[in-house]
């Protein structure tokens, strides 16, 4: 049975997440010269705390997981409301301060327990029949179990972090079969709540982003310089870059925040397009492999924790790439395994833990259609 779990785990997940790792520690390697490189070596101790974690979340069986995900979900709310009481970091109040080096965010492991728990309570309301999922009754449900957390995160703000809550919950559903017609209200919802949110309910703040984003040169030395200098960045790496701890923007400060935000202007700029093109396709790679998993699984339960998953991954790659190189708003988004941040790399090696688990799982991983 061992040797069967062994031989079925999806090992490119977790080689992609690896490399992408390595590269995002050179890339901090190089943008912490300036401070003795304190974040490279914090980020090294959070992925030895990181790789256990993993290997636990990836032999325990995902349904006993599942179980126990009602406590976990409650938990994290409680954690949620609880840092609401805190004082802000950089205007938004999304961590504890554990000690002076190390901060706990909560909303990030809230992904996590949302995603379990909404897949087991979504498989408690189809109850084997996937046409279930579209019970009005049943969808307000659902709704209610995003809503619940989504609502504390806009509280902080946070809204990269609601993003992510919103793109996963949509990937889940989609995989639990919601009906087209559905979709189709949702979306017109949203383009009719895109511009009322945008003039009757974001901060000031908010929609300066956007309108930078739509023309940054709006606002160059303020709202907009940090995305100017991210362009600049990766343009001048062009094919090769400029070479390790050589990058104009990066090295003389022009970036910021060089180590979570823009890690991957600083790849664009010092390490080039060759580089920049590969952690792109590291993570289409970790994502396409994320929805063969979803599809291989043996039960519904596996199929909808790994496409949640999928989901986080699909946002936080095209969000941070996209606004580091202008092509959508800066909403401070982590780049999985490469920006700097011990609760965001934590969380991503619990889900490789979980997709991990999940295909070892399978009954028949390789020959599936």
């Known amino acids: 049975?061992?040797?069967?779990?062994?031989?079925?785990?999806?090992?490119?997940?977790?080689?992609?997440?690896?490399?992408?790792?390595?590269?995002?520690?050179?890339?901090?390697?190089?943008?912490?010269?300036?401070?003795?490189?304190?974040?490279?070596?914090?980020?090294?101790?959070?992925?030895?705390?990181?790789?256990?974690?993993?290997?636990?979340?990836?032999?325990?069986?995902?349904?006993?997981?599942?179980?126990?995900?009602?406590?976990?979900?409650?938990?994290?709310?409680?954690?949620?409301?609880?840092?609401?009481?805190?004082?802000?970091?950089?205007?938004?109040?999304?961590?504890?301060?554990?000690?002076?080096?190390?901060?706990?965010?909560?909303?990030e492991f809230a992904k996590i327990a949302f995603i379990i728990f909404f897949a087991y309570i979504l498989v408690k309301l189809q109850n084997g029949d996937k046409r279930e999922t579209n019970r009005i009754w049943k969808l307000l449900i659902t709704g209610l179990i995003v809503a619940v957390p989504a609502v504390l995160i806009l509280m902080q703000p946070d809204y990269g972090t609601l993003m992510a809550f919103i793109i996963s919950y949509t990937f889940m559903m989609f995989a639990g079969g919601i009906d087209k017609k559905f979709i189709i209200i949702a979306m017109i919802l949203v383009i009719v709540a895109i511009p009322l949110a945008y003039?009757?309910?974001?901060?000031?703040?908010?929609?300066?982003?956007?309108?930078?984003?739509?023309?940054?040169?709006?606002?160059?030395?303020?709202?907009?310089?940090?995305?100017?200098?991210?362009?600049?960045?990766?343009?001048?790496?062009?094919?090769?870059?400029?070479?390790?701890?050589?990058?104009?923007?990066?090295?003389?400060?022009?970036?910021?925040?060089?180590?979570?935000?823009?890690?991957?202007?600083?790849?664009?700029?010092?390490?080039?397009?060759?580089?920049?093109?590969?952690?792109?396709?590291?993570?289409?790679?970790?994502?396409?492999?994320?929805?063969?998993?979803?599809?291989?699984?043996?039960?519904?339960?596996?199929?909808?924790?790994a496409m949640g998953i999928c989901g986080i991954f699909t946002f936080h790659m095209i969000e941070n790439i996209g606004m580091t190189m202008g092509l959508l708003p800066i909403t401070g988004v982590p780049l999985p395994f490469v920006s700097y941040g011990g609760s965001s790399l934590v969380t991503n090696f619990i889900c490789i833990g979980l997709l991990l688990n999940i295909s070892g799982r399978r009954q028949k991983a390789i020959f599936m259609d």
């Open 1 to 107: 049975m061992k040797s069967k779990f062994v031989k079925n785990i999806e090992w490119s997940i977790l080689i992609c997440s690896l490399i992408l790792l390595l590269i995002g520690m050179v890339a901090l390697y190089s943008a912490t010269q300036d401070d003795g490189n304190a974040e490279l070596k914090k980020q090294i101790v959070w992925a030895i705390v990181s790789i256990p974690i993993m290997i636990m979340v990836m032999v325990i069986d995902y349904n006993k997981i599942a179980k126990i995900s009602p406590i976990l979900y409650g938990i994290f709310i409680i954690a949620l409301i609880a840092v609401l009481f805190t004082e802000p970091i950089n205007g938004a109040k999304s961590w504890f301060q554990i000690n002076e080096w190390a901060t706990f965010q909560p909303s």
């Open 199 to 305: 003039f009757f309910v974001l901060p000031d703040h908010a929609r300066t982003r956007i309108d930078v984003f739509l023309n940054p040169d709006l606002d160059p030395r303020g709202s907009g310089y940090n995305v100017i200098q991210s362009k600049l960045a990766i343009g001048s790496g062009q094919l090769l870059g400029m070479g390790l701890l050589k990058g104009n923007q990066t090295q003389l400060g022009y970036l910021y925040p060089k180590t979570t935000d823009f890690i991957f202007s600083v790849i664009g700029e010092e390490m080039g397009f060759v580089i920049a093109a590969l952690v792109v396709i590291l993570y289409v790679v970790l994502i396409t492999k994320s929805i063969y998993v979803a599809k291989t699984a043996k039960d519904d339960m596996g199929s909808y924790i």
